[in-house]
Each structure stands twice: as C-alpha cells, then as structure tokens.
C-alpha cells in the first residue's frame, strides 16, 4: 500500500495508540490528535521519537484542518465511567466532534473512519444484532449521552456522504479489550483482572448471566485497516468477536488465569445495561474478508500480563 499521511483522533487512547503504532509499522505518517481526557501520554510513549509520528495536541470539539490522505476519527470517551462524568461533553464531542471531522475530510478531500459502537442497539430486541436493526435506546437514560451521540455522528456522516461526497466508512465497534485498557474505566475485563490481581472480591452485575462479545484489540484494528481501505462504502459495518460470553463465565475464567484467590459479590444491574450482546460480523467476513482470530483465553492472558507490567 503506498505511504500515506494518516490522522487518528483520540490517538492516545486505548485503540488509537494500536491503531497509531500499527499503522506506523505499515510504513504510514500518522497525525495523532488528542486531548488526553481519557488518553494518556504513556500509550503512546515508543513513537515519540519516531519521524513518522507526530502528536498534536487538540480536542475535536474545536475546528481543525490537517491536510491528510485518511482519518480515523475514534476521539470519544467509551467507558461507561468515563462518558457519564461529564454528559455534556460526552455529547458535544460525540457530535460537534465529528461535524469537525466531516469538516476536515471535506476540506481535504480525505477518506474518514467514525468509530460507532454496539451501543447504538441498545438494549436490543434483535439477537445477534445486524446493521440493518435499528436498535431499542432509552433516549434520556444514563447511557444516552454515548447511546444517542454515536446514533447521531452516524446519520452526519451519512448525510455528509450523500450531500458532500464526502469518502465514509462507519465502524460499529463491539466491547472489545487488551493491553492499555485504563485499569479504572469501569468496563468488566479491565474490573475483573484489576481485582483479581488484587485478590479483591470480584464485582459481578445481576445473575451474570448477561452476555457479552470479546473482541482482541489486535484484531479490531485489522478491521479499521481493512473497512477503511475498501474500494466503496459498504456502510454501517459491526466489528467484534461473535463468540458470545456470559459475565460469570468471563469472570470464572479471569480468576482461573491469575490464580486468584478473589470470591464473587453481585451487584443490582445498571440502568438500560443490555442484557445479551452479540454481533452479526457476516457483512464483515463477506466484504473486508475479515473474522477474529486471537481467542478469549489468548487475548486475556495477554491483558492480564499487561496489567501486572504497570500499576494498578
């Protein structure tokens, strides 16, 4: 693939600092932009010094325009602890954001990846969820900040397509984890090897008998990679692991792994927390060729290993 000037918002999160690093290592530029509200500095700390990467820092909320070839806009805060701090800033980033975005890519004639999730199903009556569901979201939950911010980013880059020609691709991302995942986001891998480690007791929601669908972060950003470099826009795309989990599994298993002597306490159920969860990937398999390929048990080991190598 011929060398190409990328930019990644939200670059030193979680996925963009995978996303950044892989993409460097495919011989690309990468403009990382972000405000570090979630991200932080260390995630990003080998690149640095490399001359094909370059930091800005910079919150989507405000205009920008970087000529590039490519943006994959992921700059948003995913955790249920972090976008429920502040709703309004959830929202606006989520939505000015991604305006900002479109803006850019308009300006520059650059091809953008917006970085959608599962949650715009919500708590879903379909099982597992394809792209063409249209999703059952409490609108004035305590979810829908992040629910209802990512339903609309999705209908601006559609509309951006369809009245600009701006070049989309939409990535529907489902719970996906792995190394540099913050140890206190609030999501249950992160909570369930940080307190394992700790011998603490772990928190278990509900019955635990909600499902969920693990995706490898290595995996995933093959999907960006693949879904953005598509020769036409195949739409709404769900990336994830479509081996469905139940909460109790996941954290029998977390215990077995690090050889904890952590029990199990429940918890009362959150508010509008999806029940089962689980992605129809056909689309994904059919047009980028694309299907998981690190398994459960691998990918935790290998996030257990990360969470032992920093502080907790």
Not at 97 to 111: F, K, S, Y
Not at 279 to 285: R, T, V
């Amino acid at each position: 693939m011929p060398k190409k000037r990328i930019a990644v918002t939200g670059g030193a999160g979680f996925l963009g600092s995978h996303l950044c690093e892989r993409l460097i290592n495919d011989g690309h530029e990468v403009v990382c932009l972000d405000n570090f509200f979630t991200g932080t500095r260390r995630n990003i700390e080998r690149l640095l010094d490399n001359h094909n990467f370059e930091l800005v820092r910079h919150d989507v909320v405000q205009p920008i325009v970087i000529e590039v070839d490519q943006i994959y806009h992921l700059a948003c805060p995913a955790s249920p602890v972090h976008y429920q701090r502040n709703p309004v800033r959830t929202i606006r980033t989520a939505v000015q954001g991604t305006l900002n975005m479109l803006d850019m890519a308009r300006e520059v004639r650059a091809r953008i990846l917006i970085a959608s999730t599962s949650e715009v199903y919500g708590d879903p009556k379909e099982h597992p969820q394809r792209e063409t569901y249209w999703g059952h979201v409490n609108p004035t939950g305590p979810r829908a900040c992040y629910d209802e911010g990512k339903r609309c980013a999705e209908s601006l880059t559609v509309s951006y397509k369809q009245q600009y020609g701006v070049e989309t691709r939409i990535a529907r991302i489902f719970n996906t984890y792995g190394p540099r995942m913050h140890p206190n986001d609030g999501r249950v891998v992160s909570n369930f090897i940080v307190q394992a480690l700790r011998n603490d007791p772990i928190t278990v929601y509900g019955d635990g008998q909600q499902t969920r669908s693990f995706c490898y972060v290595t995996d995933l950003v093959e999907a960006f990679i693949r879904l953005m470099n598509t020769e036409s826009d195949p739409g709404p795309t769900n990336l994830g692991n479509p081996r469905e989990l139940t909460v109790l599994e996941l954290a029998k298993m977390t215990i077995e792994l690090t050889r904890s002597s952590s029990t199990l306490v429940r918890e009362p159920l959150p508010a509008d927390d999806p029940v089962r969860r689980k992605p129809d990937i056909s689309k994904a398999e059919e047009v980028i060729k694309w299907r998981p390929t690190v398994s459960i048990e691998e990918g935790i080991e290998k996030t257990i290993a990360y969470f032992k190598s920093v502080e907790i």
